[in-house]
């Protein structure tokens, strides 16, 4: 019985230390997804809080489109309260291709200095937002890969990791979401 009971201890030892490396490993991985949700919120701020200054440049150029500044400003506070995943941040997208759409109308916006700054900074927002999206799908598809590979199957429920979730598009903005913003001049 003594023999037993070595072999016993031992191969639970094996097995404690299994499942330590298991847990150890999604957790690290289930930061990489947490990670990738704070860049994503990190790239709407951003883009949010361009959105007032880009307003006020083309507000000194074209001060009777009330209309589309307050269409934009609404989109703005409705996607800044907002879910990332949620309608409002592509009504915001569609609000702000109407603003920038003005510089159309107004020759002196178009050759505004401080107007075509805004408008490199938001592009570039826009593709750091899909390179975000991007890494967060990425990540997500590594936390789910390791917790559904065996033996991380059989402890991952009991540890507590559940199925993280793709960043999912609305229908509305599928197709869009890795295109550089239209802005033509």
């Known amino acids: 019985m003594g023999g037993l009971g070595i072999i016993l201890a031992v191969v639970l030892v094996i097995i404690v230390v299994v499942v330590i490396g298991i847990y150890n490993r999604l957790v690290g991985y289930r930061q990489g997804v947490r990670q990738g949700v704070a860049d994503i919120d990190a790239q709407l701020r951003q883009r949010h809080d361009l959105i007032p200054n880009l307003v006020e440049t083309v507000k000194g150029y074209a001060a009777h489109e009330s209309s589309t500044f307050e269409a934009v400003i609404a989109a703005r506070n409705a996607a800044a309260a907002g879910a990332p995943t949620s309608g409002?941040?592509?009504q915001l997208k569609a609000a702000l291709g109407n603003l920038l759409a003005l510089g159309e109308?107004?020759?002196?916006?178009?050759?505004?200095a401080n107007f075509q700054s805004l408008q490199s900074e938001l592009a570039d927002v826009e593709d750091k937002l899909a390179a975000a999206r991007r890494a967060l799908n990425a990540a997500v598809a590594r936390f789910n890969a390791a917790r559904e590979s065996f033996p991380a199957v059989l402890f991952?429920?009991?540890l507590g990791f559940a199925e993280a979730d793709f960043h999912?598009?609305?229908a509305s903005e599928q197709g869009t979401v890795d295109q550089?913003?239209?802005?033509?001049?």
Do not use: H, M, T, W
């Open 88 to 90: 409002s941040e592509q």
């Open 105 to 112: 109308a107004y020759p002196d916006l178009k050759a505004s």
């Open 180 to 185: 550089v913003p239209k802005i033509g001049f």
């Open 168 to 170: 999912r598009l609305d």
């Open 156 to 158: 991952a429920n009991a």
